[in-house]
């Protein structure tokens, strides 16, 4: 069983690279221990989106009389029903994932794959009981959810996002140990289906490394829903009936009848027989360069394995740029131009520099911020808030980061993106005409400020 390419993980770098490697002429095999789609179809992207859309809908109504509609009744839903929707989905595109791959030639094996030294230039793997030899190798097998040594937590029946997507029964009092964009998502879906919320954080702010401001306006949107936030907060026990936390030298008790985990993902690279190859890792993954090839010549990797961004659409342009140079094709990753996006209501957006990052650089930016509000799309949509809308550009006046408060922001970054993406001017982009009326227009009236 000789190929051309293996790929080890059949997640959004996985499946992508596998159908370029496909259409480039490569003889594909693409190895998958769990599920086609991974994390992102499967326990992450797309069950989450389905569940908070679910969770929008239900906030329309409940805000409907500011738009004139009065629906008869107080709005309720149906849980069953919700996650029935969410599996359906997921089977969906999950199937459609694996019919495209099948009807590309590719070949799909179920089970661990192990990489097992090599012999005349060929790279072996172990799969069961069958032997593969290859040319060329790409390592996708992705993330896991990382669970902190917190005292007691082993002697409670935890969430982490795969639980917390199927339950059907909803807990009265939730905490959520981090408050990252996971976190934050899986706080608004529960608080929209009315439960109390607690966010624990260690950090001063939610969300990271997103925009500062853009995290606070969000916090604040929801603290008035309810959720409470605790932040510079550590976790230091829990118990079935709530958990104990520091701040400030002192000790608190927060109720929760139910914990959720959320304090990252890390890089999955155990019992993968790297050392075989002698690929070398450090603390975040498997280390790269542009071409997302390893220490290897013949290894390449992508998407959470490396540990870099952790994000699927970057996983996605990441298998392309390993099978590009594969196929002897001039292509390099860039990371300037990687969106992130927080998928709660309202969302938040973000892509390139962020003011933190820039400060922290000692690198000189231009500050230019308006509600989202300058659309008027906006102010026709939206009664529950102005939003924020931030562009920023360097000493040459291109644009290197943007930044949204709003619906539908997660629709919207790219526009921004393409610009940090091609290195724009204020000047040049300018030039682009934008439809109206669309919320979008408010990057392009933050250019004339």
């Known amino acids: 069983m000789n190929y051309d390419i293996a790929i080890i993980g059949g997640g959004p770098a996985g499946y992508t690279a596998a159908e370029r490697a496909a259409e480039g002429g490569l003889k594909t095999v693409l190895f998958e221990k769990n599920a086609i789609g991974g994390v992102c179809l499967n326990e992450g992207c797309i069950p989450t989106k389905t569940l908070l859309y679910s969770a929008k809908i239900l906030d329309s109504f409940k805000t409907s009389s500011k738009y004139g509609i009065l629906p008869e009744g107080t709005p309720s839903f149906d849980m069953d029903k919700i996650i029935g929707r969410k599996n359906r989905t997921v089977k969906k595109l999950t199937s459609g994932v694996k019919m495209r791959l099948t009807s590309s030639g590719i070949t799909i094996v179920e089970g ?90 260690m950090m001063p702010e939610i969300l990271g490394a997103m925009d500062k401001e853009a995290s606070a306006m969000l916090r604040s949107e929801y603290a008035k829903k309810g959720v409470e936030f605790h932040l510079n907060t550590k976790v230091i026990e829990v118990t079935p009936k709530e958990v104990i936390v520091e701040k400030d030298g002192k000790t608190d008790a927060i109720p929760a ?43 390449y990797a992508a998407g959470d394995i490396t540990g870099f961004s952790q994000l699927a659409h970057t996983a996605y342009r990441e ?4 099978v590009n140079h594969i196929l002897g094709h001039e292509d390099r990753m860039d990371y300037r131009a990687i969106p992130a996006v927080v998928y709660t209501n309202p969302e938040v957006a973000g892509v390139g520099k962020t003011e933190e990052e820039l400060k922290a650089n000692g690198e000189y930016y231009n500050l ?29 006046g291109r644009i290197i980061g943007c930044h949204l408060l709003g619906n539908p922001a997660s629709e919207i970054i790219v526009i921004a993106g393409i610009a940090v993406e091609h290195g724009y001017t204020v000047d040049e982009f300018k030039k682009t005409v934008f439809p109206h009326p669309t919320v979008g227009e408010a990057i392009h009236e933050s250019l004339y400020l």
């Open 319 to 322: 298998g392309e740029v390993a």
């Open 112 to 201: 661990t794959a192990v990489l097992n030294g090599e012999t005349d230039g060929m790279i072996r793997i172990e799969c069961g009981n069958d032997l593969f030899t290859v040319k060329n190798i790409l390592l996708c097998t992705g993330s896991e959810t990382v669970i902190p040594p917190i005292e007691g937590l082993s002697d409670v029946e935890y969430w982490t996002s795969r639980e917390a997507l199927d339950s059907k029964e909803l807990p009265k009092e939730l905490a959520i140990i981090g408050g990252g964009v996971i976190g934050i998502e899986f706080a608004s879906f529960f608080t929209s289906m009315g439960v109390k919320v607690k966010v624990i954080e």
């Open 368 to 396: 230019v911020k308006i509600p989202m509000t300058y659309s008027g799309r906006f102010v026709a949509e939206n009664e529950t808030g102005n939003g924020l809308c931030k562009l920023l550009t360097n000493v040459n």
């Open 257 to 299: 009848d139910r914990i959720l985990v959320s304090v990252g993902r890390r890089a999955i690279t155990k019992d993968l027989g790297l050392e075989s190859l002698s690929i070398e890792t450090d603390r975040r993954g498997v280390r790269v360069n542009e071409y997302m090839q390893t220490s290897h010549p013949h290894v």
